[in-house]
């Protein structure tokens, strides 16, 4: 019986109380905040359960087999844990002092079927003719930041955006908690590593990045920028390493630039903000926003947003396309069009200056031709 299977079999015992919810497709989140309160997400919206733990020590013996199979250690000096199960669904813990309603344990369950671009046209997160538009800006190696808020969908509209990138690039994937899966042959997954009680064997997210860049990669995508690591990312794609992505926590474009600004001046590097903005207006090309919407928990592009620099020390923004709601559906659904503005982004002539017009049947407006 191999460890993993030995792993599955004790989860199974421990996480008992929330086992049905986590067996759910239906179910994308469960939320454990403390022993006693339950909620889960189904279709975007939140619900109460009555699922609860036996007692605050039930769910702690939980946590620490978690973070047992991890190798990960959670206590009062490092009360908070990120994880991930067998299955891929990514784990969050703090404990008590610092969780002062009892354990707070959060699952981010992992979707068996990756969604691509075709499948987010389908569900009208994406119009078809702005999935043929970011598929080429992935060719054409422009960076990309997907911003939103939490739960929004960043994670999967990245995985589903790197499928554009060509299969005979070596990419190199850095994540807190590995949670991407690409489909190219040729991709090299990094993961960062918390420290032993005695500070050795950290890896951090900023590390793998300075790493990476030894790797010989023709494309870098982060899972997400939280810190200083924004600073190596925003350099190196500066200086040759063009085509990366992420994602970003912001709720418009212009916070995403103003985002990763603060998180480069957070590196240990002594940076004075004008260089910083200097540098994030000349790096980043295209941002893509996401919004989740309470009315019917429907996540959904809103924009496609092309970052132009700086004027007067103030980022300069160009919508390429919007989305507006319609109306809605007979069943409360929200219906919503994400089409272009009418403006051409500053690049508009590189698909046919490297012979990518065969790709454009949809876009064409957003174009130059050869």
């Known amino acids: 019986m191999s460890r993993e299977t030995i792993f599955q079999a004790s989860l199974g015992y421990f996480l008992a109380p929330i086992r049905p919810y986590l067996e759910d497709d239906s179910v994308t989140e469960v939320m454990v905040n403390g022993p006693f309160e339950v909620y889960i997400e189904r279709r975007g919206k939140l619900e109460r359960t009555d699922a609860r733990f036996a007692d ?9 087999n978690i973070a047992q199979f991890v190798g990960r250690q959670i206590d009062e000096q490092r009360p908070v844990l990120d994880a991930r199960l067998p299955d891929g669904s990514r784990v969050h813990v703090i404990i008590p002092p610092s969780a002062r309603r009892g354990t707070s344990l959060t699952i981010r369950k992992f979707a068996k079927d990756k969604l691509d671009l075709p499948q987010l046209v389908r569900l009208g997160s994406l119009s078809e003719s702005a999935r043929e538009f970011l598929e080429l800006c992935v060719r054409l190696h422009k960076n990309i930041v997907i911003a939103g808020g939490t739960g929004t ?20 994937i850095i994540e807190d908690s590995s ?14 590593q918390q420290a ?3 500070g050795r064997g950290g890896l951090s997210i900023r590390q793998l990045f300075v790493a990476s860049l030894r790797m010989r990669p023709d494309r870098i995508v982060v899972g997400e920028v939280r810190s200083g690591e924004a600073l190596d990312m925003i350099q190196s794609m500066l200086s040759g390493h063009a085509g990366s992505m992420t994602t970003v926590h912001a709720s418009t474009p212009r916070d995403a630039l103003i985002r990763l600004e603060t998180l480069s001046l957070m590196s240990e590097v002594e940076l004075p903000v004008y260089v910083a903005r200097a540098q994030v207006a000349s790096a980043i090309h295209l941002i893509v926003q996401l919004s989740r919407f309470a009315e019917d928990g429907s996540r959904r592009i809103t924009r496609i ?9 103030t980022y300069t923004l160009s919508d390429l396309f919007v989305s507006k709601l319609k ?15 009418g403006t051409r982004p500053t ?23 050869g």
Not at 179 to 192: F, I, T
């Open 56 to 64: 605050a020590d039930a769910l702690l013996s939980a946590v620490h």
């Open 179 to 192: 949670e991407l899966r690409l489909v190219q042959p040729h991709c090299v997954y990094l993961e960062s």
């Open 347 to 369: 690049f508009a002539s590189e698909a046919a200056e490297q012979g990518l017009e065969g790709r454009i049947r949809l876009s064409s407006a957003l174009w130059t031709a």
């Open 153 to 172: 969908g960043k994670t999967s509209l990245l995985n589903a955006l790197s499928r554009a990138i060509p299969t005979e690039e070596r990419i190199v």
């Open 327 to 341: 109306g809605k559906t007979a069943d409360g659904q929200l219906i919503a069009e994400l089409a272009p503005t």
């Open 196 to 198: 032993d009680a005695q």
């Open 305 to 313: 947003t092309e970052a132009t620099g700086l004027v007067d020390n």
